[in-house]
């Protein structure tokens, strides 16, 4: 395999994020298929003009693997969000950390994760959240294997449609020794 190269978004990925995002969003969401709700959410989020519009997105920093000039996976923080059961004053959200399914198992997630702490504190986050869905048990048991702490059942809505999540959370100051983000 290719050297994995961690950068931050430009804009020119918008496209490529879109795709990238509808296809991890679709093979982890639509389980028992497609149907309506799911749809909808997944044109609505993961459309070009959405992403541009994120990645230029003050206090919202997205960071891309690539290998060999080919995205497979990205993680997006919003800076300044804080939960109700999170505690610190400067808390960071992980609103999505996606991998395409063929590069799981090789530590890329691993890596995204590192590099999204990293920036996160370097941007004066003292925590990062994120919430999971209760039915992705790989994720679940990743965050977990990363020394993030579970800190209660969430809900999540779209779609008029509520899911089961599992609220993380992890004190940037436990993260350790991170990675350079290019």
């Not at 496209?15 to 309506?36: K, N, P």
């Not at 969000?81 to 691993?110: C, D, M, S």
Request: proline letters at 4%.
């Amino acid at each position: 395999m290719q050297p994995l190269t961690l950068r931050k978004a430009l804009p020119q990925d918008a496209l490529c994020l879109a795709a990238l995002g509808l296809q991890v969003f679709l093979e982890t969401y639509a389980t028992q298929g497609m149907r309506d709700a799911i749809a909808q959410q997944a044109l609505d989020v993961f459309s070009v003009a959405s992403l541009s519009k994120l990645i230029e997105k003050p206090g919202t920093f997205i960071i891309v693997a690539q290998i060999d000039h080919h995205l497979v996976g990205f993680a997006q923080v919003a800076m300044n969000r804080p939960h109700e059961r999170v505690p610190q004053a400067h808390a960071a959200e992980l609103q999505r950390l996606y991998l395409q399914a063929r590069f799981t198992g090789l530590g890329i997630g691993k890596r995204l994760l590192e590099a999204a702490e990293q920036h996160a504190a370097r941007n004066g986050a003292t925590r990062l959240w994120a919430t999971v869905w209760a039915e992705n048990q790989r994720a679940l048991d990743f965050y977990l294997s990363q020394g993030y702490e579970a800190l209660g059942a969430q809900t999540y809505t779209f779609q008029q449609e509520t899911h089961a999540n599992q609220l993380f959370g992890k004190n940037l100051t436990e993260a350790g020794p991170l990675p350079p983000c290019n």
